[in-house]
Nanobody, 125 residues
Framework: QVQLVESGGGSVQPGGSLRLSCAAS??????????MSWFRQAPGKSREFVAK????????YYADSVKGRFTISRDNAKNTVYLQMNSLKSEDTAVYYC????????????????WGQGTQVFVSA
């Protein structure tokens, strides 16, 4: 059974930081075979791409809205992907999901096969 389990969400003031983690288990192939990504869904909005990282971790991609503030990374030995979020803004409030895919070629959520259940991030003064 494939499981992607996100953690690290919570409430933070604007300008603060959070680090999200996503631990993977049960994937058909080794964790390092998969591209990993983070998406988010704010209340009343559709789910949107945040960041992705290639298999080796040597290349990363970001949505313009988070570039320079968020950093995606992975530890293939721990089967875990991270999202370090700094300088948080109220508009970052959302449920954050990690996703895995063998191709991971797009930023479209429909092209990502495995999903976690999400972790809530709330940014407010």
């Amino acid at each position: 059974q494939v499981q992607l389990v996100e953690s690290g969400g919570g409430s933070v003031q604007p300008g603060g930081s959070l680090r999200l983690s996503c631990a993977a288990s049960g994937l058909p192939f080794t964790f390092s075979y998969y591209f990993m990504s983070w998406f988010r869904q704010a209340p009343g909005k559709s789910r949107e791409f945040v960041a992705k990282i290639i298999r080796s971790g040597s290349l990363t991609y970001y949505a313009d809205s988070v570039k320079g503030r968020f950093t995606i990374s992975r530890d293939n030995a721990k089967n875990t992907v991270y999202l370090q979020m700094n300088s948080l803004k109220s508009e970052d409030t959302a449920v954050y999901y990690c996703a895995a895919d063998s191709a991971g070629s797009t930023r479209d959520e429909r092209d990502w096969y495995f999903w976690g259940q999400g972790t809530q991030v709330f940014v407010s003064a």
